[in-house]
């Protein structure tokens, strides 16, 4: 199933302030449903991800945050949770057989990423991972 309109347009806002290199968006309260995509940070330069009022990042299956190559990034007053909150295994086997990586929230190749007031509910397998890159987080 494809993202809702409130998840494309919300990875839209994301990518158009990374490579305008605008220091913040302003991310409204509410759901955002990503089904079987992953939110994708990819490049994020001294950029806040403002979120007012709480949000839920809704994912399927075995997707999550990735924040791949950022510095200087902040984040919060987030949710994030799985629509298959009761694991399975058939959902195990799936996932074993396509070789994926499986993770929540995770940081790739990434400098001073700030994360406040993030609950995970549930997650399929590695929860919050951080990889490479120079720490600080």
Not at 124 to 129: C, E, K
């Amino acid at each position: 199933m494809p993202p809702s309109a409130a998840a494309t347009a919300l990875q839209r806002a994301i990518v158009t302030a990374i490579t305008t290199s605008l220091p913040s968006v302003s991310i409204e309260g509410g759901d955002y449903h990503f089904h079987d995509a992953n939110l994708n940070i990819t490049g994020a330069k001294g950029l806040a991800l403002v979120a007012p009022s709480p949000v839920t990042l809704w994912f399927a299956s075995t997707n999550g945050v990735n924040i791949t190559n950022s510095e200087d990034l902040s984040l919060g007053n987030w949710t994030i949770d799985s629509t298959d909150s009761a694991s399975s295994t058939a959902l195990a086997t799936e996932a074993s057989a396509k070789v994926l990586t499986i993770i929540t929230l995770n940081l790739l190749n990434c400098t001073r990423v700030r994360v406040s007031d993030v609950t995970i509910r549930s997650g399929y397998n590695m929860i919050l991972t951080a990889f490479n890159g120079g720490g600080d987080h």
